[in-house]
């Protein structure tokens, strides 16, 4: 498998643009999170699914921020309008979660660098 | 709610043996973590244990757990050059890993 992909590996984008990040998850996989790093705050969780439907959203900084996952395939996290202090390191990753009485892996994809001039 | 603290930087020479520190609050968790990220990557799983072990030993990398003060730690023997990264301490509890911010080891030469 080739892992996480996730695209574009760079963004950079002006103030008040629409930027969209894309993830592919390992196949198999039932779960897909959406992080932000920051030298700033660190790794923040965003948003995760299940099975294609969101679970947990409170890590959504705005509602500038949304993600979606149409297919267990796909999924995407959109900015709309993007600001300078959306730029960070964005991070998908995808799990399949096995029980309390397993170890649960979490795989990170490359990260999207996005700048937001 | 869940939460994991650890120390944003740990500096250390080449050749001495570094430990990061976490604390976690979920007392349910069976399993905790460390990942590692190496610059411009993503985080990669370096190892875990199992809540009923103290330790676990893995070449140069040993894991202590102290399950009443909900500490864990990762010491590294031998710090080399490329094991400056971040190291992540998570658990997992009743939810998908809770994630501490990362601590960022720097070794220096």
């Known amino acids: 498998d080739a892992g996480v992909i996730q695209s574009p590996r760079h963004e950079v984008t002006e103030m008040g643009q629409e930027v969209t990040l894309r993830c592919k998850p390992i196949?198999?996989?039932?779960?897909l999170f959406w992080y932000r790093q920051t030298m700033m705050r660190g790794l923040e969780l965003l948003i995760y699914f299940n099975n294609n439907v969101p679970i947990d959203d409170s890590g959504m900084p705005e509602d500038r921020f949304s993600a979606k996952m149409p297919n267990a395939s796909f999924s995407t996290l959109k900015i709309q309008p993007s600001e300078p202090r959306d730029s960070a390191v964005y991070f998908c990753a995808s799990s399949h979660l096995t029980g309390t009485s397993s170890p649960n892996e979490q795989f990170f994809g490359p990260g999207t660098r996005l700048t937001v001039l | 709610g869940e939460d994991v603290e650890q120390s944003l930087f740990l500096s250390v020479r080449e050749g001495d043996s570094s430990v990061i520190n976490c604390t976690y609050t979920d007392s349910s968790s069976t399993y905790l973590y460390w990942y590692k990220q190496e610059p411009g990557a993503g985080l990669q799983l370096l190892t875990y244990?199992?809540?009923?072990?103290d330790m676990k030993q893995d070449q140069r990398l040993t894991v202590l757990l102290n399950k009443k003060d909900k500490h864990l730690s990762l010491r590294i023997a031998d710090t080399q050059t490329g094991d400056s990264a971040i190291y992540f301490c998570?658990?997992?509890?009743?939810?998908?890993?809770?994630f501490g911010k990362g601590t960022r080891l720097s070794v220096i030469a």
């Open positions: 244990i199992f809540s009923n072990m």
């Open positions: 196949s198999g996989h039932d779960y």
């Open positions: 998570a658990e997992k509890g009743n939810t998908p890993l809770v």
